[in-house]
């Protein structure tokens, strides 16, 4: 039977002692989705899996999703190849900021999941920030501030209006859809969430998409919001997961920020994800 292991005293878990390729039954189903509740990104080592059993994972968090702008796999529709080769010295990496995915999109993802094949020999690490934990240790004055308030997400990296300047664009093996008005468009969601499954509350703000608070522009937002990402990203609330070929890991969207680091140059690294969803955030 699965076993879970904590791996720091806020955020993230690692699983063991379960096949991925086998059907899982409803005991171990069970306690991965309730690892996932309470841990909010939960991790397999060693696991040799193809798509369609990533899929068949996926769906014990909700249903799977496929997301605008970026294009999917050849052999999959539901699958995104997260790659960066070798030689692409030059480019950024794709998630290299905190964030939560799509934020600005009506319903986003409300998680994901990623399975490791090519890792370079050092690098390539993702860290994920507990925004449960983010909001139950953020200082009065700002709690105060976003309490009952929007915030205003917008698919910058794909719009026109705050397109980044093409020299630090993400290029190369991930194949973007850029500069569409229709990204451009304003999103609210309250800046501190529910979660449906624990009740948990969780901030729901990211320095990506969140363009800035409801009743507020964006100047009067800057300096809410930069205290807020300061605090949110603390390494007291984060994890940090070293990727072995054959890793699988799983994160709820609404729970955390994730962020890629890019310190691989020279060395290719590829991954696989996928995506579901639930209800829009509340
Ligand atoms: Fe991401």
Not at 48 to 60: A, F, G, N, R, V
Not at 224 to 246: E, N, V
Request: proline share 6%.
């Amino acid at each position: 039977m699965a076993r879970i292991r904590r791996l720091t005293g806020y955020i993230g878990a690692e699983v063991e002692d379960i096949d991925l390729r086998r059907e899982l039954g409803s005991a171990e189903s069970n306690l991965i989705q309730s690892a996932l509740n309470e841990y909010h990104v939960i991790a397999f080592r060693k696991q040799l899996i193809d798509s369609s059993q990533q899929k068949s994972l996926t769906k014990l968090f909700g249903d799977v999703g496929r997301l605008p702008y970026v294009r999917p796999t050849e052999e999959d529709p539901d699958v995104i190849a997260v790659l960066k080769e070798a030689q692409e010295n030059q480019a950024g990496v794709f998630g290299g900021e905190w964030h939560s995915d799509f934020s600005f999109l009506e319903n986003p993802p409300a998680g994901s999941v990623l399975r490791a094949v090519d890792i370079p020999p050092v690098g390539g690490d993702t860290l994920w920030a507990s925004q449960v934990a983010a909001f139950e240790n953020l200082p009065l004055e700002l709690k105060t501030v976003i309490e009952n308030r929007n915030g205003i997400h917008v698919g910058k990296p794909y719009g026109v209006k705050f397109a980044p300047p093409v020299s630090t664009q993400v290029n190369g093996s991930i194949k973007m859809v850029r500069g569409d008005p229709a990204a451009d468009r304003e999103v609210s969601h309250p800046a501190v969430v529910t979660l449906p499954k624990s009740g948990k509350k969780a901030l729901f703000l990211n320095p990506i998409y969140t363009v800035r608070l409801g009743g507020m522009t964006v100047e009067e937002s800057q300096p809410y919001l930069q205290a807020i990402y300061q605090h949110a990203t603390k390494p007291d609330f984060c994890m940090r997961w070293h990727w072995q070929s054959g890793d699988v890991v799983v994160w709820d969207n609404r729970a955390s920020m994730h962020y890629a680091t890019n310190d691989y140059n020279g060395f290719r690294r590829l991954l696989y994800r996928t995506t579901y969803v639930n209800e829009a955030p509340v």
